[in-house]
């Protein structure tokens, strides 16, 4: 087996949890899985949440914790999909739509414009707005999901 190591300290475990952004608290689970490794779990939930205070507290993000045999360890939030960030910010919208001869209302599932150029610049950073709102709508089509100016 390859060891793995950081500043000369052997990497011991890697655990993913999924975390709720700025509300982590010490308690049970987290606290009994990083307690039971030897990690002192209120200093952990202190700079996750500083890490993730920017964050809307609704938003979970899959959190990669690597634990090193002196009992230090370190941190990596990884970005959730963009389907799940959509699926969070959808929400129904009643449109008039034409059928021939009369107007019917039809559901639609709808995100706003804020939200998707927000959703851009959270998953894409400024590299290039037009090639990540291309792929954020692509994404948007596929689920279905329209997009509301209101």
Known sequence: MKEILRNNILLRHVIDVY???????SGPPLGTILGNMGINTAKFCKEFNEFTKDLP????????????????????VL?????????????????QIWHFDRMLNKIVFCVTLNDLLKLCLFKFGLSSMLSSFKTVWSTLNSCGLKVSVS
């Open 19 to 25: 975390l709720r952004a700025g509300l982590v608290d």
């Open 57 to 76: 507290s609704y938003l979970v993000v899959c959190t990669r914790i690597f634990i090193y045999e002196n009992r230090t360890y370190s941190f990596v």
């Open 79 to 95: 970005l959730s999909s963009t389907t799940y960030i959509l699926s969070i910010l959808k929400f129904q919208k009643s449109v």
